[in-house]
């Protein structure tokens, strides 16, 4: 039977429904290189969490058939070594949608009512901070959406109809008649210079790394707020860091970096206001497991012969399944 490689933890929902299809399940932690090539050897597939899976590891894997990432992202993934050595790789776009959806959400209240900085200064016996640290409220204010994917449409409806909120969208080929009738499609020097809030929630590609800089900070209007749902890539750090420190930017809720796990020196860890989480926005353990399911899901369809339902490169000569 096939093995699976397992790279880094995941819930059991997907391990289960493996060992249910009768696959031999391997784990390895991978952050090693050396010890994930090695690991890689027998397997036909891996359900890959975010260890880096480049050129090296995948030339060991000589049976490999498909990496199946448990979640949207494949940017550390080698797509183009994948797609030369005949190997899918394939995501799992819908599952993470509604959790960090309503983790934007959750960060975009916290940021705008102050509320991360003064449970720290509540802590430190400082009641007195919530008049030092005034919120404000979000009903008729604008939230512009960089990015109209699957979690952009869904911030939008909840931030609309839970908030009052009134919404900007970009998208690069977003029209009007393809946003919501409570949405406004708008172009990227607009949604920078007219939202209260402004949500980045593109992909990173060529053409999104480092897409946000000192430009858009100046657009954007005195005192507004960054949420970066994204990935740190598409931001210029220096001239993001620039912003805070002048008071361009009124705060900033980042739930990425650009260096993971994070240093407990950077600066972003220590500004009042910047709220900061550490790469958690599908950490609910309702959307692991169903991240997890449908990564194996990919593999099982694969191993058996089919073609996966959402991959994310489109090798040339697939590898056929060894019986």
């Known amino acids: 039977m096939d093995k699976v490689l397992i790279a880094q933890q995941t819930a059991e929902s997907g391990i289960d429904f493996l060992k249910e299809k009768g696959y031999d399940i391997l784990y390895v932690d991978g952050t090693d290189e050396d010890a994930f090539a090695e690991a890689v050897k027998e397997c036909s597939a891996v359900h890959l ?17 498909i990496i ?23 995501n799992a776009p819908d599952a993470t949608t509604n959790a960090v959806a309503e983790f934007t959400i959750g960060g975009l209240i916290s940021l705008a009512k102050n509320m991360y900085i003064c449970t720290e200064k509540m802590k430190e016996g400082d009641f007195d901070s919530r008049n030092r640290y005034r919120g404000e409220d979000l009903r008729g204010k604008t939230l512009s959406i960089i990015g109209y994917g699957r979690i952009g449409r869904t911030v939008a409806k909840m931030a609309h109809f839970g908030l009052d909120m009134n919404i900007l969208a970009y998208g690069p080929h977003l029209t009007q008649d393809k946003a919501a009738d409570y949405v406004k499609a708008v172009d990227w020097d607009t949604a920078f210079r007219e939202g209260d809030f402004v949500s980045l929630h593109m992909p990173l590609n060529d053409s999104s790394r480092r897409s946000v800089g000192k430009r858009e900070f100046d657009l954007m209007k005195p005192k507004a707020k960054l949420i970066n749902m994204a990935r740190a890539a598409v931001i210029v750090e220096n001239d993001l860091m620039e912003a805070l420190n002048s008071g361009k930017l009124g705060g900033l809720f980042t739930d990425v970096f650009e260096s993971e796990p994070v240093d407990k020196d950077d600066p972003l860890l220590h500004m009042d206001n910047v709220l900061v989480t550490p790469h958690m926005a599908s950490s609910s353990k309702e959307c692991q ?35």
């Open 49 to 65: 969490g975010l260890p880096r899976m480049g050129r090296k590891v995948m030339e060991q894997g000589t049976h490999l058939k």
């Open 68 to 90: 199946a990432r448990q979640g949207t992202g494949c940017n550390n993934v080698d797509l183009q070594a994948a797609e030369d050595l005949g190997i899918w790789v394939t």
């Open 289 to 323: 497991a169903e991240m997890a399911l449908f990564a194996a899901k990919q593999i099982h369809k694969v191993l058996s012969g089919e073609e996966p339902d959402t991959p994310v490169n489109h090798p040339v000569r697939p590898r056929a399944r060894i019986s």
